[in-house]
């Protein structure tokens, strides 16, 4: 930390392949990637299935705004005002399902892990090289475009966004040698905003 304290106190923990955090709305997992003999690893955030209330239901039962709306979003029945009972599952939605961003930096093989990306809403992965410098990418411990696009579709992401793209060659390029395998591909641009 050089010089002085942090403002905040600091404590550092290895990380291990498995949960890193449970925030109750979505979890943050890590896993092993392989990159030049380091200690490297890719996150998954996911968020919890959800409930949603239903209004038309809520309104036709007669459940008004408040504290009691929580309560049945929770799952708990709750008694109203005028003695009935409502059950949740009478004013809850069908469940939706979760959403996943899968988050892979620098890595010299794609083995492995579809597994951890499957499903993704998005993967945002390295692109360094195009598939024709493949012997330079694996010197150097990157992915080409070509291969990020074979575990996209391979793992049944929805969306590929690239990164760490080498300057040698235009986005333009990478997008395209993306897309011959897998078309719902982007590159990713600063201050992107994508919504799942």
Do not use: W
Request: proline content about 6%; overall charge negative.
């Amino acid at each position: 930390m050089g010089e002085g304290h942090a403002p905040i106190p600091i404590e550092l923990v290895p990380l291990a392949t498995g949960q890193v955090l449970n925030a109750d709305d979505f979890t943050i997992g890590c896993f092993p990637i392989r990159h030049r003999d380091t200690d490297s690893f890719g996150f998954s955030f996911e968020s919890q299935i959800r409930r949603h209330l239903r209004p038309d239901r809520l309104a036709a039962l007669g459940v008004p705004d408040g504290p009691v709306r929580k309560e049945l979003a929770e799952g708990r029945p709750v008694t109203l005002a005028d003695g009935s009972t409502i059950e949740a599952e009478d004013v809850l939605g069908p469940p939706e399902g979760r959403k996943k961003v899968a988050i892979v930096g620098d890595t010299e093989t794609a083995d492995d892990l579809a597994e951890h990306v499957r499903d993704a809403d998005v993967l945002v992965i390295e692109a360094t090289f195009l598939q024709r410098d493949a012997s330079i990418a694996r010197d150097y411990g990157h992915l080409t475009a070509a291969e990020a696009a074979a575990l996209a579709a391979t793992a049944g992401v929805k969306l590929l966004v690239l990164t760490h793209i080498s300057g040698r060659y235009p986005d333009e390029e990478i997008l395209e040698e993306a897309r011959k395998t897998f078309a719902n591909s982007r590159v990713a641009v600063d201050f992107d905003r994508i919504v799942i």
